[in-house]
């Protein structure tokens, strides 16, 4: 069972565009993580955020974390073809020896 | 640093048949992980390794399932009796211990005919 929820499921978008992606749970976890997956590949870390209300950029990427640290989102501006992926968040809990909890997943598809 | 190696890409078989698969992780990485990912899907967590001991099997790893890390370094996944529902992307990842950031591999993809 996920008990991380990504919304939404899929995106299709136009280069240059906004998007954000939500990913929820109802569970608080101790620090949070957000992925990137290209077909036939394993996922590639993006960023990791630990403290409620963190917020992080990475270029065009803002990620935020809840103050509650229930909940996130990654923000992109102005979408490039190559931003194409499947997008995971991922929740690591403290004593949990760094086992992570993926969300649904949010794949986003960027034409030109 | 030659990254997390998976072997085989791709593994077809028949229903009934076993198959095994291997993950060499980065060499000084005492922690092991493997996950299950099907289509579309995030992936799920199904076991760790914390050097050559299995510490944790989630309850997704059947008795059909089985791990092993029996130097501490390469890790083989065996699935017995393969079923359809086996059919998924299985993944591993490695990092040391204390850190939170895990490298995954390219992954094995399973079809079960």
């Known amino acids: 069972t996920q008990l991380l929820e990504q919304s939404p499921q899929f995106l299709s978008i136009q280069e240059g565009e906004n998007l954000t992606v939500y990913c929820n749970s109802s569970s608080v976890f101790s620090s949070l993580q957000w992925y990137r997956q290209e077909p036939g590949e394993g996922p590639v870390l993006l960023v990791t955020?630990?403290?409620?209300?963190e917020v992080k950029k990475l270029k065009r990427l803002t990620f935020q974390f809840g103050d509650a640290r229930k909940d996130s989102s990654l923000h992109i501006t102005a979408a490039q073809p190559g931003d194409t992926g499947l997008y995971l968040c991922?929740?690591?809990?403290?004593?949990?020896?760094?086992?992570?909890?993926f969300g649904t997943g949010t794949r986003l598809q960027v034409t030109l | 640093d030659t990254g997390v190696s998976q072997d085989p890409r791709h593994k077809i078989t028949k229903r009934g048949q076993n198959v095994t698969f291997r993950c060499d992780p980065i060499s000084e990485h005492n922690r092991l992980y493997w996950y299950r990912q099907t289509l579309g899907q995030g992936p799920e967590f199904l076991t760790y390794?914390?050097?050559?001991?299995?510490?944790?099997k989630s309850r997704l790893l059947s008795d059909r399932f089985s791990a092993e890390r029996p130097k501490g370094s390469f890790s083989t996944l065996e699935i017995q009796r393969t079923e359809q529902g086996d059919s998924a992307m299985y993944l591993c990842a490695s990092n040391t211990g204390g850190r939170n950031i895990q490298y995954f591999g390219a992954g094995t993809r399973l079809s079960v005919l």
């Open positions: 955020v630990v403290t409620g209300g």
């Open positions: 991922a929740g690591i809990n403290t004593g949990t020896a760094s086992k992570l909890t």
């Open positions: 390794f914390q050097n050559e001991a299995q510490l944790e």
